[in-house]
């Protein structure tokens, strides 16, 4: 460049036209550095801040990696292509974000997501890299977000090509699409829904509709537990536990007493109910260790004596939280109030102190919590027998951990 013959140029020209040098120059590779110390010649005044608000003004920044820039724009983008970064000059990271993104997935990904990164970043118009997106989610199944990580274009923009270019939609319910053609299926074939990005449902509408249709059973289900029992169907469940009869007025239906012993009223009891007590006494589903005992009310419920009463509670031994803090030691002085203290293992026989004595539960707590303090459920065992007698069938640590965070 003749030097004298620039300098010339330059200052016989407006604004605009100076302006109009800059940004030519700058689109020539001429860094900030080299535009500064080249006006600097020609201006004393001028700074790297007059070149930046001139390039500010023409919206255009060059990404550092220059020719291997990753984005399909070149290397020369608009300046919201790049981060923000306050250790820069112009405010800006020097790499665009599509480059910061690409080594950054290229990084963690597998060599299959590789070569098909490559291979996207590869096709040269806008055509092909459309045909591979709509090959990589109609044959090759991939999501949307797959799509996103590969192609680095954002998820909305994959989305809207997907759906509302190519028109149709995977629903979200894969393989267990209830359609016929799905789960891949024509936009048409799903529901309105203004809450998400993409303007539809992610389930079809024969996904939703049968779902509607498993609501309804559910709520058909509830409403048959609702009913009252009928005495045929279900008296043989309680009857070994529970006072039944046929109702007076209808017999078909059973009644059974009310469990406080201030009411006994005589009542129609629902099928819930009866499940809820038959479980309890088989000491099974969500029933385990707890009574479930029939109330013909809420207020008979709370007022009875024995409901939510802990087993430790119904002791009777002059005892305290603060001075036993496990039930365990409360049932131990319990049984040795009034029984004694043992001198042997019940099990093997083996003489032994009763502080190196285990007080076992031949029936689990954790089934039933009134047999806590069941003085004919308790035995004292050494610990061999202790670990032994747990390691049966049902009786095990976690087994009986797992029913009681059931309770």
């Given amino acids: 460049m003749d030097f004298e013959k620039f300098a010339t140029i330059v200052k016989n020209s407006d604004d605009e036209k ?12 001429y860094t900030y550095k080299l535009l500064t110390s080249l006006f600097q010649k020609i201006y004393n005044d001028f700074t790297i801040q007059d070149i930046i608000s001139v390039l500010q003004y023409y919206d255009i920044k060059k990404c550092s990696a220059g020719d291997k820039c990753k984005s399909f724009n070149g290397a020369f983008q608009s300046r919201k292509s790049f981060a923000n970064n306050s250790n820069y000059p112009d405010g800006l990271n020097p790499t665009c974000r599509e480059c910061k993104s690409y080594y950054s ?5 597998n060599q299959k997501k590789k070569n098909r990164i490559d291979y996207f970043r590869s096709l040269k118009t806008v055509e092909e890299r459309e045909d591979y997106i709509y090959d990589l989610y109609v044959n090759q199944n991939y999501t949307i977000r797959d799509i996103k990580s590969i192609t680095l274009f954002t998820f909305e923009y994959v989305s809207d090509l997907i759906i509302n270019k190519f028109g149709i939609q995977r629903c ?58 009928t005495f045929d169907i279900f008296a043989a469940k309680v009857n070994f536990a529970d006072y039944v009869r046929r109702d007076p007025d209808n017999s078909d239906l059973m009644q059974v007493q009310c469990y406080n012993h201030k ?56 005892t305290n939280d603060k001075e036993y803090q496990r039930i365990q030691s409360e049932v131990r002085k319990f049984k040795i109030n009034i029984e004694g203290e043992p001198d042997c293992c019940e099990i093997c026989g083996i003489i032994a102190n009763v502080s190196d004595l285990i007080l076992h539960h031949k029936y689990p707590v954790a089934i039933d919590h009134i047999l806590e303090a069941d003085l004919d459920n308790l035995i004292w065992v050494c610990i061999d027998c202790h670990k032994k007698a747990h390691q049966k069938d049902g009786c095990g640590y976690y087994e009986l951990t797992e029913m009681r965070s059931a309770c």
């Fill in 105 to 109: 997935v290229y990084k963690r990904a």
């Fill in 172 to 229: 979200l319910n894969g393989h267990n699409c209830v359609n016929p053609n799905g789960p891949l299926l024509d936009i048409n074939n799903f529901g309105r829904d203004n809450y998400r990005s993409t303007g539809f449902s992610t389930i079809c509408k024969a996904c939703v509709q049968k779902k509607c249709k498993s609501d309804n059973s559910k709520l058909s289900h509830k409403k048959s537990l609702e009913k009252f029992a």
């Fill in 263 to 318: 009411c006994n009223k005589w009542f129609n009891p629902t099928v819930a109910q009866v499940q809820y007590r038959y479980a309890a006494l088989i000491g099974r589903g969500r029933s385990v260790s707890t009574a479930c005992n029939f109330y013909c009310s809420q207020n008979c419920k709370n007022a009875c004596p024995v409901f939510g009463v802990k087993a430790r509670e119904l002791i009777s031994v002059n």
């Fill in 18 to 29: 100076v302006w109009e040098i800059i940004k030519t120059l700058y689109l020539q590779n």
